[in-house]
């Protein structure tokens, strides 16, 4: 309950040197994910109408016409059905070869970015494991110290080692599971 009722700024400062890059992590991991929420929430999806339109205006001989009703849309879907359609009077091998093509540029578009998320999910935890090492350190260096000097010493003090092995082991792990999460939903 302790931490909890710490502000952020007490928390970083407990939390040791790792705290520095994993609060960078934190806030690159914060503009990729409203990003990709941006770029998500402003797509055309291609749900179950959007295929019977194509489909309609297709099998209705209006191949013109679906083409301009795509190149309105804003989605990976429309782009590829698109460019099948620019190449429609070359044939089906032209359409699909258009498709295909315009397939490997939109995933690209789709996954932008989600690298990064990768890698902060990856890296933090050794980040915050890294924390954990060095504050126990800290704290075997204090115990010992005191030790050497008076074996009867009071090490209660040394608590304050712990606590920040405790804090970088703790963001060390909830960045990454947030980033996992919005990787997870980014990648569906």
Known sequence: EAIFSMNVIQVIKQGGIV?????????IALAVIMERAFFFLTTDWAGP?????????????????????????????????AAGLKKWDGGKEASETAMVTTSHL????????????????TASPLIG??????????????VAEKMATNPQADTSGI??????????????????????????????
């Open 19 to 27: 705290m520095g890059p994993l609060l960078i992590l934190s806030v």
């Open 49 to 81: 109408e959007f295929k019977e339109k194509l489909r309609t205006l297709i099998k209705g001989g209006r191949v013109p016409e679906a083409a301009t009703w795509l190149n309105g849309l804003k989605g990976s879907t429309a782009a590829v059905a």
């Open 106 to 121: 939109q995933y690209s578009k789709l996954h932008r970015n989600l690298v990064v998320l990768e890698t902060i999910v």
């Open 129 to 142: 494991l890294l924390g954990t090492i060095t504050g126990m350190m800290g704290v075997f260096r204090q």
């Open 159 to 188: 608590l304050a080692g712990i606590g920040e092995a405790l804090i970088a082991t703790a963001t060390g792990i909830t960045v990454p599971v947030i980033c996992l999460f919005f990787h997870s939903l980014f990648q569906h």
